[in-house]
């Protein structure tokens, strides 16, 4: 029971989201954020998931880059500093790395590095630009801490997966994670 009363409570602060204002206070705005938007959730938790299919640093390298970049591009959102194309961006991210993970890419490193720092920078920009005007760093904290556990339920999901079906199982999230991107822009 506990484990479905936290989700349910949290609901109608996850709906308010994306509407720009605090919902309580700055940290707990910038936590519901990313929570609150279905394209958020889907390519942080892909970035997690792609790091367990590359292995080794990756689970953590690849979550701590797409962090930094998001904040860097928040700051840049929060000051008014234009990105195009954010919007198409964040939905490129769901449908390339949910790509990556169906098919277990495993490129360099730092080749994927530079990948989730350039969706990081976008996702941030859309967190900047729809943050609260006062609390910067407050809300900063909680979108880059909430987007930190979007990541890691990914790992998580994808490390218990992989044990079954030689990974099969891990791919098909990511399967449905890149086709979850797609309805997206066609319905968005």
Same mark, same amino acid.
């Given at each position: 029971?506990?484990?479905?009363?936290?989700?349910?409570?949290?609901?109608?602060?996850?709906?308010?989201?994306? @509407?720009? !204002?605090?919902?309580?206070? /700055?940290? &707990?705005?910038?936590? =519901?954020?990313? +929570? $609150? %938007? #279905?394209?958020?959730? *889907?390519?942080?938790?892909?970035?997690?998931?792609?790091?367990?299919?590359?292995? @080794?640093? !990756?689970?953590?390298?690849? /979550?701590? &880059?797409?962090?930094? =970049?998001?904040? +860097? $591009? %928040? #700051?840049?959102?929060? *000051?008014?500093?234009?990105?195009?194309?954010?919007?198409?961006?964040?939905?490129?991210?769901?449908?390339?790395?949910?790509?990556?993970? &169906?098919?277990?890419?495993?490129?360099?490193?730092?080749?994927?590095?530079?990948?989730?720092?350039?969706?990081?920078?976008?996702?941030?920009?859309?967190?900047?630009?729809?943050?609260?005007?006062?609390?910067?760093?407050?809300?900063?904290?909680?979108?880059?801490?909430?987007?930190?556990?979007?990541?890691?339920?990914?790992?998580?999901?994808?490390?218990?997966?992989?044990?079954?079906?030689?990974?099969?199982?891990?791919?098909?999230?990511?399967?449905?994670?890149?086709?979850?991107?797609?309805?997206?822009?066609?319905?968005?």
């Amino acid at each position: 029971m506990k484990r479905i009363l936290l989700p349910l409570l949290l609901l109608p602060h996850m709906a308010l989201a994306h @509407g720009g !204002a605090p919902i309580h206070s /700055p940290f &707990a705005s910038g936590l =519901a954020h990313p +929570a $609150g %938007g #279905l394209d958020h959730v *889907l390519a942080m938790v892909a970035v997690g998931l792609w790091a367990v299919m590359i292995g @080794g640093r !990756a689970i953590w390298a690849l /979550p701590l &880059a797409f962090v930094a =970049a998001m904040i +860097a $591009g %928040g #700051l840049a959102g929060a *000051l008014g500093i234009p990105l195009p194309g954010v919007e198409p961006m964040i939905l490129a991210s769901i449908v390339v790395l949910g790509v990556a993970a &169906a098919l277990a890419l495993k490129p360099k490193l730092t080749h994927a590095i530079i990948f989730v720092v350039i969706f990081g920078v976008f996702h941030g920009h859309a967190h900047g630009a729809e943050g609260p005007a006062t609390g910067l760093a407050a809300y900063a904290a909680g979108f880059a801490l909430m987007t930190m556990g979007l990541h890691l339920a990914g790992v998580a999901i994808g490390a218990t997966l992989m044990r079954f079906a030689r990974g099969v199982l891990p791919r098909v999230l990511g399967g449905l994670t890149a086709l979850g991107g797609v309805i997206l822009a066609i319905g968005g």
